[in-house]
């Protein structure tokens, strides 16, 4: 058998004399309808209704706040910030005409452990499914000969971004790419470079900025 709810002395006595149990049940009801529209789901439904002078057990109200709690641990999940970047302090040397994943030993920031700096440095993982925003800018030296190229890649198989620039013979061709991607948890990224000019070329490495490599959940499901 249920416990019920039992009190020595009447509710009025502890909330002032215009305190009535439906009050109670307004403020839960007040609360569940924020939780079901700041979560943009659909409106959360009470699993059972309390009327004056009737008896509320335990096992009902606990049942009540659990779809509460259920609701605002959603809303949790649904807005944490995943964000993460990256960049390189070591030189990076490309071999001519070769795709290679770009190596990213530090971290600015990393939310999620989206990004891992002893093991596939150029992946970064989606934490939480949803769509994010990723980015990555490399600057190559100097160098007349042949293409550049930069390429996002999910997974070691989905090609999602993709820059190819002539070279400069005169200056470091700089290369920044960025796309909208929906990631499920558990999903990686990387960053691929390619340059075609005939000989082993550097990645130009400036502290945090370039290479880098960063990634940000734009929103949930």
């Not at 600057?139 to 890649?153: D, H, T």
């Not at 190819?164 to 200056?171: H, I, K, R, T």
């Not at 070329?201 to 290479?211: D, K, M």
């Amino acid at each position: 058998m249920d416990e019920k709810i039992m009190f020595k002395k009447p509710l009025s006595s502890f909330f002032g004399k215009g305190f009535r149990m439906t009050s109670v049940m307004a403020v839960i009801a007040v609360i569940l309808c924020i939780a079901a529209l700041t979560t943009n789901a659909d409106p959360i439904s009470k699993p059972h209704e309390f009327y004056d002078g009737g008896i509320i057990s335990a096992l009902e109200m606990n049942s009540n706040f659990d779809t509460l709690y259920t609701k605002v641990n959603e809303l949790d999940e649904k807005t944490s910030i995943s964000a993460v970047r990256v960049y390189s302090s070591n030189i990076i040397t490309l071999l001519t005409d070769a795709y290679q994943t770009i190596p990213f030993n530090e971290e600015v920031f990393d939310t999620d452990d989206m990004h891992n700096t002893s093991s596939n440095t150029g992946y970064l993982y989606a934490a939480n499914s949803g769509l994010y925003l990723i980015t990555c800018h490399v600057q190559f030296a100097e160098n007349g000969g042949g293409l550049r190229q930069v390429y996002l890649r999910v997974n070691g198989s989905t090609l999602i971004a993709d820059v190819v620039e002539p070279a400069s013979g005169v200056s470091a061709t700089c290369i920044h790419l960025s796309t909208v991607y929906y990631l499920n948890a558990g999903d990686f990224v990387e960053a691929r470079a390619r340059q075609t000019s005939g000989g082993n070329l550097n990645l130009i490495n400036v502290n945090f900025s370039t290479p880098a490599f960063m990634m940000v959940r734009l929103a949930s499901d």
